[in-house]
């Protein structure tokens, strides 16, 4: 740290010193609170004059001065050190063309060429990135396996699976793939682009030298394979023939390629099985370095924000004695229950309900079973209208339900409206449920049993008046069957719906056969209907009423969704057969290239023209 340089950014903020250097002069100046007077007055007669002769403590004002002082300095921005920084950002990038034409599946760099490459690929990505890379791969066509990206996970993903057999068409193109090349420069706006050319032959030799004549690209070559060459496998076993039954002998034609590189400025270095061919086959000297090297930004480096924390410290010790910090500790607390509340009240909301909308409350109260406070918390209709159904709130349920508009809402309402015993206005509110989703079967199904249930209940009316008078249940074989209520649930718990509504209280000792049905629970009725009580009351205090066999009472709400993941599916199963069909799919990214480039194929209608060389 060189001193000899400190200075100000912004020197003209150091002016809002001038009420500090003011303030501080009448602070010396000022030494009696009897001013200028305490020096003509004797000291015994000080005390006639002032009834407080003790100077007043000038440790705020002082530190007021010191924060403002400090303040200041940090806005007039001082610094000792500077940072060198480039001017522009060029925007340089890297495009790998891969020649996979059937001469890369020689094996006279064993295991075989392609192979080979690709190791040597997938040694220069690793080692590099920081670089940009893109890919295009060519035989008869070219085609653009990844494009231009910061991130080359995806192409090292795809490198082991680049083989000749994916190519639709047979041949080598190298000029279609530099074309490739130069649209993905173009389309990711690169300045400065440089080609990393793998392949082990120079075919179109005369359209590539007017390609790099036309465009400003830097090419590094990489040559696979030697030059005496080997035959070409095929996958049934035999060797690639010619037209008059002789082996092609794919060889490396060096000869060409020295004087190619030379004419359009490329690097040329063969496959070596050490690293010094990584070197040569990086982008040049000038785009490494580029041109924004003679232009450099010099950016001072800002203190202020350090001066800022110290005047922050110095505020909360200096005027306040450390409040900040107290105040810290004391809302971080968590919030304790008090000992008195019931145990119902010990989960209630501690000090992270305030991040926390009332509906999320409210579920996390519904899943700890707590019902009335979900049910006074909740928003949702659906979800309070079954939160208030689960603490027998069927009133608060009924007001809740019918601000639903949903067909899930009008069944739910039906379901509540029967708890409460009108059996008219469930019937509508299940007519009302179907007409919105004729699929709802449950709704179709109370229905039914609701009808034949009141229509037998009439007809047992007529045939036992005195029965019906005085409340008594009618005995014999003919008694209804009714099942108990089950507590309202979400679609989500479909064991606990299943487990719940196949409950059956126990039978009273009424003396009737053991084919007799079982009496139901009993619901309150405060609207029609004829109820027959069993001797029990309902835990509201009205007066018990039967509900008919077989009529399921669980309500559907919000779509069986908690209120923080509305829109998802609720449909368990669905989602695991749909993830074992996925899996069913063969993970090949080689057959996955092989479709699309097929695809790109016939879009382009043909592509290029077929070749005489085939490898």
Not at 314 to 325: E, N, P, Q
Request: aromatic residues 8%; positive net charge; contains cysteine.
């Amino acid at each position: 740290m060189d001193l000899s340089q400190f200075h100000f950014l912004r020197p003209l903020w150091l002016l809002a010193l001038l009420p500090v250097a003011l303030v501080g002069w009448r602070l010396l100046r000022k030494r009696h609170p009897l001013g200028p007077w305490a020096e003509v007055f004797e000291a015994r007669f000080l005390a006639l004059f002032s009834a407080d002769t003790t100077p007043r403590s000038k440790a705020p004002i002082s530190a007021l001065l010191a924060l403002w002082t400090l303040m200041v300095l940090a806005l007039a921005g001082p610094t000792v050190s500077q940072k060198i920084l480039p001017a522009h950002k060029v925007r340089s990038a890297t495009v790998i063309v891969l020649d996979l034409s059937l001469s890369m599946l020689a094996r006279d760099l064993p295991p075989s060429r392609i192979e080979r490459a690709r190791f040597k690929l997938h040694d220069l990505i690793t080692r590099h990135p920081e670089m940009r890379f893109g890919m295009v791969a060519y035989a008869g066509s070219a085609h653009v396996i990844t494009p231009i990206a910061e991130d080359s996970a995806t192409l090292l993903n795809l490198l082991p699976s680049l083989n000749p057999l994916i190519m639709p068409r047979l041949g080598s193109r190298p000029d279609l793939a530099m074309e490739e090349a130069h649209r993905l420069f173009t389309g990711s706006r690169i300045e400065r682009g440089h080609i990393i050319w793998v392949t082990d032959d120079l075919d179109h030799e005369e359209a590539l030298r007017r390609f790099f004549k036309r465009h400003d690209y830097t090419l590094s070559i990489l040559a696979v394979g030697t030059r005496k060459g080997a035959p070409i496998p095929l996958p049934n076993g035999q060797f690639l023939k010619d037209t008059r039954g002789r082996k092609i002998i794919a060889r490396l034609p060096w000869q060409r390629l020295e004087p190619f590189a030379q004419d359009v400025g490329a690097r040329l270095t063969p496959l070596t099985l050490g690293d010094e061919d990584l070197d040569w086959l990086l982008p040049h000297e000038r785009i490494a370095r580029a041109a924004d090297s003679q232009q450099k930004v010099v950016q001072w480096q800002d203190l202020g924000p350090w001066l800022v924390l110290l005047a922050t410290v110095a505020a909360a010790f200096g005027f306040r004695r450390g409040w900040l910090f107290a105040l810290a500790f004391v809302i971080l607390l968590p919030a304790q229950p008090s000992p008195a509340l019931a145990q119902e009240e010990k989960t209630l909301s501690d000090w992270r309900d305030i991040f926390r909308t009332p509906d999320q409350q409210a579920w996390r109260q519904w899943q700890q079973k707590h019902y009335g406070r979900a049910c006074d918390l909740f928003e949702d209709p659906a979800w309070k209208g079954a939160a208030c159904y689960r603490a027998h709130r069927y009133e608060d349920a009924r007001r809740a339900f019918t601000r639903d508009n949903t067909a899930r809402g009008a069944y739910n309402l039906g379901n509540t409206l029967a708890r409460m015993g009108d059996w008219q206005g469930a019937l509508r509110a299940w007519r009302q449920a179907l007409q919105l989703d004729p699929t709802l079967k449950q709704a179709e199904r109370n229905i039914r049993l609701l009808e034949e249930w009141l229509h037998q209940q009439r007809r047992k009316k007529l045939q036992h008046p005195s029965s019906s008078a005085n409340g008594r249940r009618p005995g014999g074989k003919n008694a209804s069957a009714l099942p108990a209520q089950s507590s309202p649930d979400n679609r989500h718990n479909p064991k606990k719906e299943t487990k719940e509504t196949k409950k059956v209280p126990e039978p009273p000792k009424t003396g009737k056969k053991k084919g007799a049905s079982p009496p139901a629970e009993t619901a309150s009725a405060k609207n029609g209907g004829d109820p027959v009580s069993n001797g029990k009351k309902q835990a509201s205090g009205d007066k018990a009423a039967s509900r008919p066999a077989g009529v399921k009472s669980h309500t559907l709400p919000g779509g069986g969704q908690t209120p923080s993941k509305r829109g998802r599916s609720d449909t368990t199963g669905k989602n695991d057969g749909s993830t074992r069909w996925l899996r069913l799919i063969p993970d090949q990214p080689g057959l996955f290239l092989q479709r699309k480039f097929e695809y790109q194929l016939q879009q382009q209608g043909g592509g290029a023209q077929k070749e005489n060389k085939t490898w």
